[in-house]
């Protein structure tokens, strides 16, 4: 079993900066594989970013690609997500979620075991 706890939404404007984190406890962190996905009123969960369980791979989703970046620290148990040069359009509620599988379905949701609560994101023009 694997909790997580996301933290670091907020209310900001549009062009600035926001790092989510998500803390990780129970099972090894460092195995698993981490992704945030994000879901804005009305609409579906997307996938917005995974890294691998090393850190040393991570994958985007393109409408964040250039602006987000995903991170870990298996030290801290602990998984982020630097957002710059954020838009109204990436208001949302942010997940974070853990899997023990990295392959092609990366991105989808069905692929991650663990989920957190969410953390709340808006982004005013």
């Known amino acids: 079993q694997v909790q997580l706890v996301e933290s670091g939404g907020g209310l900001v404007q549009a062009g600035d900066s926001l790092r989510l984190s998500c803390a990780a406890s129970g099972r090894t962190f460092s195995g698993y594989h981490m992704g945030w996905f994000r879901q804005a009123p009305g609409k579906e969960r997307e996938f917005v970013a995974a890294?691998?369980?090393?850190?040393?791979?991570?994958y985007y989703a393109e409408s964040v690609k250039g602006r987000f970046t995903i991170s870990r620290d298996n030290t801290k148990n602990t998984v982020y997500l630097q957002m710059n040069t954020l838009k109204p359009e990436d208001t949302a509620v942010y997940y974070c979620?853990?899997?023990?599988?990295?392959?092609?379905?990366?991105?989808?949701?069905?692929?991650?075991?663990?989920w957190g609560q969410g953390t709340q994101v808006t982004v005013s023009s």
């Open positions: 890294i691998s369980s090393s850190g040393g791979i991570t």
């Open positions: 979620a853990a899997t023990g599988d990295w392959g092609s379905n990366i991105a989808l949701m069905k692929s991650y075991r663990y």
